[in-house]
């Protein structure tokens, strides 16, 4: 495999993983396989080493149809290091999808021509739900999984493959990939470890529905400015932890993380005509408190009326707005 060809790949994690809000430093040689970063937000951090190899069919009638591998090469072995998370990472660029091997399964010397396998539905699955499991027998899982769900499979790595110690618990997995609105009451799990995991999976594949179905909505530009960089975020117009919040698009609104911060503050609202408000009291306060510079340029920038959806129904209910202002402090 040529360097170019991996350092492709490196592109492929490194987007996956600032996409999903997180940084990434590198402690090794950027052209050295394994890769190995560490990857941080605010006080969260954790080294990874990662193998990657294409995904591919391989060919060959003596496969079956719906079986696709990596090929293991330059590598007999797999490093394991105390302080870092080792993956084993397949990556099939049709879909743009990661399948994550199990490296516990693989310790010591790997045989002549070692490959791994994963089922092509799996892959399928996981572009369209964000994730799915893959049971390879023997107590072996392997994991498919979308560019904006990498974060979460390094931090839940070795939780996500024991899920392959029961078949039960594997299926509840499966199902919350397929359904991740279930109700946590409704997950029936009694390891305590993997019912967690499955309750954080599902939260996570929700949040990243929502967050690509608002910035898809809004083309993902600032509803309140109209710029359209990589800053801009889907917030919620009622909050998160409101007992009314709920993650229907009409809930969200795209905004960059400038004017996300006004919103959830309060410094500025969107009215039920979908214009934007500013708050006048804050607003004198921080004139007298002379907090206030770069004012103008701020109002300059915020549009009189918000960016709406083409779609109708992804247009911000008017029912949230108006509770969403009750709760921020609107009169
Ligand atoms: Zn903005």
């Known amino acids: 495999m ?9 592109d492929q994690i490194v987007k996956a993983i600032t996409d999903s809000g997180w940084n990434v430093s590198y402690i090794g040689n950027t052209d050295e396989h394994p890769f190995r970063i560490q990857i941080y937000r605010e006080n969260e951090s954790q080294r990874v080493c990662i193998y990657i190899w294409h995904i591919t069919h391989g060919g060959g009638k003596a496969r079956p149809q719906n079986e696709y591998r990596i090929q293991i090469t330059g590598a007999d072995h797999f490093e394991i290091n105390k302080d870092e ?7 099939w660029q049709e879909a743009e999808v990661f399948a994550g091997f199990d490296v516990r399964k693989h310790l010591g010397k790997l045989g002549f021509s070692p490959s791994f396998q994963i089922r092509e539905d799996a892959l399928r699955q996981a572009y369209i739900n964000g994730f799915c499991p893959s049971d390879k027998g023997n107590n072996e899982i392997a994991i498919a999984f979308r560019p904006d769900f990498f974060v979460e499979y ?33 997950i029936h799990i009694q390891d305590m470890e993997r019912k967690i995991t499955v309750v954080s999976v599902s939260k996570k594949l929700r949040d990243t529905n929502f967050r690509k179905r608002v910035l898809t909505a809004y083309t993902y ?18 909050p998160v932890n409101h007992e009314n919040s709920t993650d229907e698009t009409r809930n969200g609104l795209a905004l960059c993380a400038l004017h996300h911060k006004a ?3 309060a410094l500025i609202a969107i009215n039920d005509d979908y214009s934007v408000k500013l708050n006048q009291i804050q607003v004198n306060t921080l004139k007298a408190e002379k ?11 915020l549009r009189s009326l918000i960016l709406l959806p083409p779609a ?12 969403a202002n009750r709760i921020r402090g609107w009169k």
């Not at 998370?85 to 990556?91: A, N, Q, R, S, Y």
């Not at 109708?312 to 509770?323: A, F, L, N, Q, W």
């Open 263 to 265: 919103y959830d503050q």
């Open 2 to 10: 040529t360097r170019h060809n991996k350092y492709d790949l490196l």
């Open 312 to 323: 109708i129904s992804d247009r911000p209910h008017v029912e949230y707005i108006k509770i």
């Open 154 to 186: 390094v931090q839940n790595l070795e939780a996500l493959h024991n899920f392959g110690q029961s078949t039960e618990d594997l299926a509840v997995l499966n199902e919350i990939a397929q359904n991740p609105e279930i109700n946590n009451e409704n």
């Open 291 to 301: 907090l206030d510079a770069g004012f103008v340029g701020f109002t300059q920038n």
């Open 85 to 91: 998370k080792t993956l084993v990472l397949g990556w």
């Open 221 to 238: 530009r600032c509803a309140a400015c109209g710029i359209q960089l990589k800053l801009v975020e889907a917030a919620h117009i009622i």
